[in-house]
């Protein structure tokens, strides 16, 4: 049976309060033609109105090694089981858990048991979150932290009762717990149907056309401009700001096309792990040096980029050139010179919460021996702490790129389409408790051919 | 089915009857000593047909809300037994299936029920409770709740029950309400079958193994390596095989001599997907097993476990249930289609010497 057969199953979590009950009415009372089976284990909130809802008790079961990443649920297994010889009068499953229930088992009985497995597909898990209310919950409890690290859809609900500022700021701490995910913002729940059902959340496809930098590795700087300049001397003036002080790093011949701009960003990373050079105002910018721009006075600062033959400067910045309104000027026609090109890059961030996602993304092929040692002591050491994976990798000889998810130490890969003219390339991101992004990195080079 | 080309019964199989049913039947079983054959399907229907020839008898739709779940034919095979999604269990009488009694359990759903051998208590397991009600419906023991589900049921004497749930097998002395036994093992036990003599336990667990005690030594041990869960389990009539499967293969284990710990089991590999049901003789080495392609298999085993087929069939679609008519002269399969096929198996014994009368 091919993954378009099985029956696509949604995993809906959040707290109590969250509005699950709210969406899944909305779900189930709109014109989609669809029948929905839906599998609730939440007594005492608002009743479901419509549609085939069965009972289940939520009964974890734990394997016999003890391993708690291996864990399944029990009453899933017998419901769906159940529901997979009445397939016919059904076509989607909406699994509805309690506001503290750890996800995991819920999508682990889809890789564990294999009856399950070879019916049903898990489409996507969505997770609501009480705008209101969340930014508490996260601090106290590690149930709501999984969900969000779980979650392939955030449903940021109640907006209505939270400021743009705190939205803003909740949701940049939602996106550094889990870099994967969706986030929609929704009052009363209202979101469109098709946000949440037949989400293919797995196929990492789809995410990169969604949010095409999330697989990027994260840069000290957030900000390149390319500069044309001829021969001469020339100010960077910047205006009162964010910070007091920023890094840059300053390229002579740095080139505009894609390629060109991620060398010099490879090159500017090796001189960003070096010490700054603090420069104050009025003093000249060296090239291919970390320095770090003394912005503490008042009004205009500005430094001097001296250029004896005309090329091409590429500034890699700490902060965007927007935010400090930073400007290049040619001293002797006081006119200010507009940038080429410039490149947003994924910043560094600084991660508050225990729970973050880290990517990998890596041309060239993988020995499937070694990888396949790497992964299972990773999974095996850290399964616990790992909640997601997804990715695809390039096997060497295999004409087909292996696409593979997974929960704690549970996955699955399976060959996908052909990589034909594309180059070969591996793209992997885990998401979990207190990842070492650095040594998962090199792990993982250590896997390449 | 892929793999698999539709063919007419080999072997010792022989054309019987077909028939169909309204929906996926997922349970069946012969009444009044083989004269009768009766079909559940999943949405509640349940359905009587003659067993030489098919003929149907009566038919009843809609029997629990939400559906069926389990059916029990009483040994005398007069009355039998249904469960359903609804909470409820019916006792009915086969001849017209007018329903004798009917127990309201409340919400949970009942998935096992199981007759003593003597006929004269009904085990019922409905989520973490087990009850025991008499041929006419009378409450006569209820369990406390076990720790979760229960699994499994079966009667080990005529007065002992053991149910099987998360963690732990337990017997229970029904008559003077107490614990007889409790064997336990952290994991997830999704099946039980007890040797006719009671001494042996056999469970499939949730993490692809087959765990087992016995009771006379408390001795415990477990079988790996199986690719699936083993949800099949079958103990011939003498005790001395237990076939057990979780995928398209049939795993035996013989219990001759020190067996079956430190044996190579014997293995029977004839369908193409996983075992769907599985079910020795009433007499003898012979094991039917039909299987998710909609293959229907009846092999002969030796003492070691292995075994060649000796007659096969294909039944259409996924293979619900299975079952041998009491004498052992004819097999009956139900599938995910609600098709109904009995075949003859002719059996030259000083019996049983034509098989099909």
């Known amino acids: ?449 | 089915m892929p793999d698999i080309e539709p063919f007419s019964p080999r072997g010792m199989f022989h054309e019987g009857w077909t028939a169909e049913v309204s929906d996926y039947a997922i349970a069946c079983g012969w009444a009044l000593k083989g004269k009768q054959f009766i079909v559940g399907d999943v949405a509640g229907g349940i359905f009587a047909f003659e067993g030489d020839n098919g003929k149907i008898i009566w038919e009843k739709e809609n029997t629990h809300s939400g559906g069926l779940l389990a059916m029990a034919i009483h040994p005398e095979g007069e009355i039998f037994a249904t469960s359903g999604q609804d909470g409820n269990v019916q006792i009915c009488n086969c001849h017209e299936g007018k329903v004798i009694k009917t127990l309201d359990l409340g919400k949970g759903w009942v998935e096992h029920l199981k007759w003593s051998n003597d006929g004269l208590f009904l085990a019922i397991a409905s989520s973490k409770k087990v009850y025991v009600f008499n041929e006419v419906g009378e409450e006569k023991w209820t369990s406390e709740d076990h720790p979760s589900t229960v699994s499994a049921i079966t009667w080990s004497n005529k007065n002992e029950l053991a149910t099987a749930c998360y963690g732990r097998v337990t017997f229970f002395d029904i008559v003077n309400n107490k614990t007889n036994q409790k064997l336990e093992w952290q994991g997830s036990l999704v099946s039980m079958e007890l040797s006719p003599d009671g001494d042996i336990v056999a469970c499939g667990s949730q993490d692809n193994s087959v765990h087992f005690w016995r009771r006379s030594t408390g001795m415990d041990a477990e079988m790996t390596g199986y690719p699936g869960k083993p949800s099949h389990l079958s103990f011939d009539d003498s005790g001395k095989l237990l076939a057990t499967s979780g995928s398209e293969r049939i795993t035996v284990w013989s219990f001759i001599g020190n067996g079956p710990e430190g044996t190579m089991p014997g293995e029977l590999c004839h369908h193409t997907e996983p075992i769907s049901s599985l079910a020795f003789s009433n007499k003898g080495m012979l094991v039917a097993s039909g299987s998710r392609d909609g293959s229907v298999v009846a092999s002969f085993l030796k003492n070691d476990g292995n075994g060649d087929p000796v007659g096969a069939a294909f039944a259409g679609d996924l293979v619900g249930a299975i079952s041998w008519r009491p004498d052992d002269c004819a097999l009956a399969a139900v599938n995910a289609k609600g098709v109904v096929n009995v075949w003859k198996f002719k059996v030259r014994t000083n019996l049983f010497s034509k098989g099909f009368k």
């Open chain 1, 1 to 449: 049976m091919s993954i378009k057969d099985k029956v696509p199953v949604t995993i809906l979590t959040g707290f109590l309060g969250s509005g699950k009950t709210t969406l899944l009415n909305r779900i189930l009372s709109e014109e989609h033609g669809k029948r929905i089976a839906v599998i609730e284990n939440e007594y005492g909130e608002v009743g479901i109105d419509q549609g085939l809802v069965i009972n289940a008790d939520e009964e974890v079961f734990e394997m016999s090694n003890g391993c708690i990443c291996c864990t399944v649920r029990g009453d899933l297994i017998r419901v769906l089981g159940n529901l997979m010889k009445r397939r016919d009068k059904f076509d989607y499953v909406l699994v509805e858990t309690t506001g503290l229930a750890d996800p995991g088992p819920v999508a682990q009985t889809f890789f564990m048991d294999e009856e399950i497995s070879s019916e049903f597909t898990l489409d996507g898990i969505v997770t609501l979150v009480d705008a209101a209310h969340i930014d508490q919950q996260l601090g106290r409890s590690d149930e709501s932290s999984e969900q969000v690290a779980f979650a392939d859809v955030l449903v940021l609900n109640k907006t209505d009762l939270v400021s743009d500022d705190a939205l803003n700021t909740l949701e940049s701490r939602l996106r550094d717990m889990n870099r994967m995910t969706r986030i929609i913002r929704a009052e009363n729940a209202k979101v469109p149907i098709e946000s949440v059902l037949n989400l293919s959340a797995f196929d990492l496809d789809q995410i990169l056309k969604r949010r095409p930098t999330f697989l990027e590795p994260e840069y000290p700087f957030e900000w390149t401009g390319v500069y044309d300049l001829d021969a001469g001397k020339y100010e960077l003036m910047l205006e009162e700001g964010p910070d007091p002080e920023m890094s840059l790093v300053a390229l002579v011949n740095q080139g505009e096309s894609e390629e060109e701009l991620k060398d010099g960003a490879e090159s500017s990373v090796r001189l960003y792990a070096e010490k700054a050079n603090t420069l104050e105002p009025g003093n000249t910018i060296p090239y291919g040096e970390h320095i770090n721009l003394k912005l503490d006075d008042k009004g205009n600062k500005s430094f001097i980029l001296n250029i004896e033959k005309p090329t091409k400067i590429g500034l890699f910045t700490q902060h965007t050139a927007e935010e400090f309104n930073m400007k290049v000027i040619k001293r002797e026609e006081n006119k200010e010179i507009p940038f080429n090109t410039e490149r947003f890059w994924q910043a560094e961030h600084e991660h508050d919460d225990e729970v973050g996602s880290i990517a990998i993304e890596r041309f060239g092929d993988v020995d499937p021996e070694k990888l396949n040692t790497w992964m299972g002591r990773l999974l095996s050491e850290k399964g616990v702490d790992i909640f997601r994976t997804k990715g695809f990798i390039s096997y060497s000889g295999n004409p087909r790129r292996i696409v593979f998810q997974g929960v704690h130490m549970l996955f699955t890969a399976q060959p996908d389409k052909e990589w034909g003219n594309e180059p070969r390339r591996n793209q992997l991101v885990f998401i979990g408790r207190n990842l070492n992004e650095k040594e998962m990195q090199e792990g993982f080079d250590k896997c390449l051919i």
